[in-house]
């Protein structure tokens, strides 16, 4: 499986790179499962991968288990009180109080206060677990039946062998996505084509990553729920794949680019975007037309503004536009990766690597 170290998730690439070519490395002085976040004066200028609200307050997550807090709309923040110190990679609100983020070592925080605190409902060993078990029980369920389908029960015995491999490896599972449509269902999804879902607000979960069009466990890097109630994975290596049942079931689409994806959006149709500048769209979200950029930055995220699309990418990268073409947001520009932004009044708040950034959206440029 390939890596590539450019994109939102560069520095998760990197940590992934080191996890299959250098396995022999000595092993980290403490668990970071088991060490909470420390309090820095730098956080704000700590490296940082996504934000997202909370009614109306804003929650950054990153490095070392960071989750910044600001209830003024970006003027001041605060640290939350986090478990543990591992990277952070995304973070969802279901509502003003109910909050999920997820990160390295199969890290799933919960969140029941706005985030202000948070409690580790999963990690990468109850994950490994959790898999072993539920794969066995399903070729147990299997074996019983009187006609079982051969290349059914060959795929189960081929992911328990992975899954006990993981197990025994630990929990070295880079969770990258997560999305809740409300306080009771959702789904966060990573590393090695892992899927997983809850039905109880992530008071016990169901693996799916085995039951995926992905022979090749190929990342899951971002998740979108349309409007219309499909679900849409994209992934590494042109990986596209749809649910049009809460994703009891998958398909794979036809991908127009074989590189990897990082981020979707859907305005006027769907988008896709990834390394070196790559941007599709589609009215159907199954037919797709390649958009030329004027840059070959990787594109880490988008969102809706003004009735256009605003691109986020490396290189401190913001154009904004529609299918008949895109423009930079603004003159000044940074040379730190952007990661995610939200609009707040008149002005942008963005994270990435350099931490929180705010930036004067020009006259007539609204959400």
């Excluded at 490296?47 to 070392?64: F, K, N, P, S, T």
């Excluded at 006990?164 to 409300?182: R, S, Y």
Aim: glycine fraction near 12%; proline fraction near 3%; include cysteine.
């Amino acid at each position: 499986m390939g890596f590539n170290i450019q994109g939102r998730k560069w520095l998760l690439c990197v940590l992934l790179c080191s996890l299959t070519t250098a396995p022999a490395l000595a092993a980290t002085p403490f668990d970071r499962l088991q060490v909470a976040a420390q309090l820095t004066e730098r956080a704000t200028q700590s490296l940082l991968l996504d934000i997202a609200r909370a009614g109306e307050r804003l929650v950054a997550v990153g490095e070392q288990g960071l989750v910044l807090l600001s209830d003024d709309g970006g003027d001041h923040w605060r640290q939350a009180e986090v478990p543990v110190s591992v990277l952070l990679t995304a973070v969802s609100f279901a509502d003003g109080q109910q909050g999920w983020a997820v990160g390295h070592d199969g890290t799933v925080l919960h969140s029941i206060d706005g985030g202000a605190s948070w409690s580790l409902q999963l990690d990468g060993n109850r994950i490994n677990a959790l898999r072993v078990a539920q794969l066995e029980a399903e070729l147990d369920a299997l074996g019983q039946e009187t006609e079982a389908d051969p290349a059914v029960q060959e795929n189960l015995e081929y992911a328990l062998d992975d899954a006990l491999f993981a197990l025994e490896d630990g929990p070295n599972m880079p969770l990258l996505d997560v999305w809740f449509a409300d306080a009771l269902h959702g789904f966060v999804l990573g590393a090695y084509g892992q899927l997983l879902q809850t039905q109880d607000g992530g008071n016990s979960w169901q693996t799916l990553g085995h039951r995926l069009p992905n022979p090749d466990h190929f990342h899951l890097n971002s998740l979108l729920a349309s409007a219309a109630g499909d679900l849409y994975i994209a992934g590494e290596a042109g990986l596209l794949l749809r649910s049009r049942d809460s994703g009891k079931t998958w398909e794979a689409l036809e991908s127009p680019y074989e590189g990897s994806f990082f981020a979707m959006a859907e305005l006027d149709g769907f988008w896709l975007m990834g390394l070196r500048g790559n941007l599709f769209h589609s009215l159907d979200g199954e037919h797709w037309q390649a958009l030329e950029l004027d840059a070959t930055a990787t594109l880490n995220s988008a969102l809706a503004l003004d009735n256009k699309l605003l691109l986020l990418g490396q290189g401190g990268l913001l154009q904004l536009g529609d299918p008949a073409g895109f423009a930079p947001l603004l003159q000044e520009r940074s040379r730190q990766s952007l990661s995610a932004a939200v609009v707040v009044g008149s002005q942008l708040v963005l994270v990435g690597e350099g931490g929180i950034q705010r930036k004067d959206l020009p006259a007539g440029a609204a959400q």
